[in-house]
């Protein structure tokens, strides 16, 4: 559940960067994916911009962009992930 409004997150989507490095989540009842370490587990950022979950998500194979589409079938392409902004 989101903590600051108290709405239901599920898990739509995840996928793996190429080398096994990262792994992207989003969902239904916010409107971004974080980007975690595959390895610590931590949260690198997060990747916003949808406006009616996230369904799908996948990273290009040098890992360095993460394409992400909502519900509506709005796809936005966000370069360097890995410079994300922490949230």
């Not at 600051?4 to 994916?33: D, M, P, R, W």
């Not at 595959?38 to 406006?51: K, Q, R, W, Y």
């Given at each position: 559940s989101h903590a600051s409004t108290g709405a239901t997150t599920l898990l739509y989507a995840a996928s793996f960067s190429q080398n096994g490095k990262y792994i992207?989540?989003?969902?239904?009842?916010?409107?971004?994916?974080?980007?975690?370490?595959?390895?610590?587990?931590?949260?690198?950022?997060c990747v916003s911009g949808l406006e009616h979950g996230v369904f799908a998500l996948a990273f290009s194979a040098d890992g360095a962009t993460l394409v992400s589409m909502d519900d509506a079938g709005r796809i936005l392409v966000?370069?360097?992930v890995a410079g994300a902004s922490r949230r």
């Amino acid at each position: 559940s989101h903590a600051s409004t108290g709405a239901t997150t599920l898990l739509y989507a995840a996928s793996f960067s190429q080398n096994g490095k990262y792994i992207a989540a989003g969902g239904s009842g916010v409107n971004e994916c974080r980007i975690f370490d595959n390895t610590t587990g931590h949260s690198l950022g997060c990747v916003s911009g949808l406006e009616h979950g996230v369904f799908a998500l996948a990273f290009s194979a040098d890992g360095a962009t993460l394409v992400s589409m909502d519900d509506a079938g709005r796809i936005l392409v966000r370069r360097r992930v890995a410079g994300a902004s922490r949230r």
